[in-house]
T-cell receptor, first 115, second 111 residues
Framework: EAQVTQNPRYLITVTGKKLTVTCSQN?????MSWYRQDPGLGLRQIYY???????DKGDVPEGYKVSRKEKRNFPLILESPSPNQTSLYFC??????????????FGPGTRLTVT | QKEVEQNSGPLSVPEGAIASLNCTYS??????FFWYRQYSGKSPELIMS????GDKEDGRFTAQLNKASQYVSLLIRDSQPSDSATYLC???????????FGDGTTLTVKP
């Protein structure tokens, strides 16, 4: 089954404790992206990757890191989480950057709480 | 000014009516436009995409794009209670990797 998986689905952590949210897709997609969603704010793009070893900032990259060492995986790293990073996080992928003929598929989401 | 703005909600329509959702964007070079539906607690799912000026129809859904006015809309005909969800407008601008979403419009269809 074609899918985007994220782990963990739920995470409660404390300020400053490094964490990684994993994202994996089995569709051989080149493009992957991370978003955060806060109440009333839609989705805001954190980072995206056009291909292996090619990543770039979205609109809200501060406090986050990413890496793309394999095509299928695109982990999101919070080196020193803070309470303002409490949010719902979505990973997404598409064959190429979203556009004509290229649909973006979303993972199930990771709900992160930083206390 | 936000890069992508949607009409403020919530929007409530009776079952069988037409629901109209609107979105404006600021990047005049934008080429790709998307409407996603998101049920509470779930991930967004694509329902319509549009790339050329005019209308695009898919079943009960019609997307309309006017690049000159920087405006994109979604019409849902014969609205059903199962259409009750938040609808997100997304725009891919001149930077191919960046996707900008509006804040969403929550639609409720009352039986």
């Amino acid at each position: 089954e074609a899918q985007v998986t994220q782990n963990p689905r739920y995470l409660i952590t404390v300020t400053g404790k490094k964490l990684t949210v994993t994202c994996s897709q089995n569709m051989n997609h080149e493009y992957m992206s991370w978003y955060r969603q806060d109440p009333g704010l839609g989705l805001r793009q954190i980072y995206y990757s056009m291909n292996v070893e090619v990543t770039d900032k979205g609109d809200v990259p501060e406090g986050y890191k990413v890496s793309r060492k394999e095509k299928r995986n695109f982990p999101l790293i919070l080196e020193s989480p803070s309470p303002n990073q409490t949010s719902l996080y979505f990973c997404a992928s598409s064959l190429f950057p979203p556009g004509e003929g290229y649909e973006q598929y979303f993972g199930p989401g990771t709900r992160l709480t930083v206390t | 000014q936000k890069e992508v703005e949607q009409n403020s909600g919530p929007l409530s329509v009776p079952e069988g009516a037409i629901a109209s959702l609107n979105c404006t964007y600021s990047d005049r070079g934008s080429q790709s436009f998307f409407w996603y539906r998101q049920y509470s607690g779930k991930s967004p799912e694509l329902i319509m995409s549009i790339y050329s000026n005019g209308d695009k129809e898919d079943g009960r859904f019609t997307a309309q794009l006017n690049k000159a006015s920087q405006y994109v809309s979604l019409l849902i005909r014969d609205s059903q209670p199962s259409d009750s969800a938040t609808y997100l407008c997304a725009v891919r601008g001149t930077n191919a990797g960046k996707s900008t979403f509006g804040d969403g419009t929550t639609l409720t269809v009352k039986p």
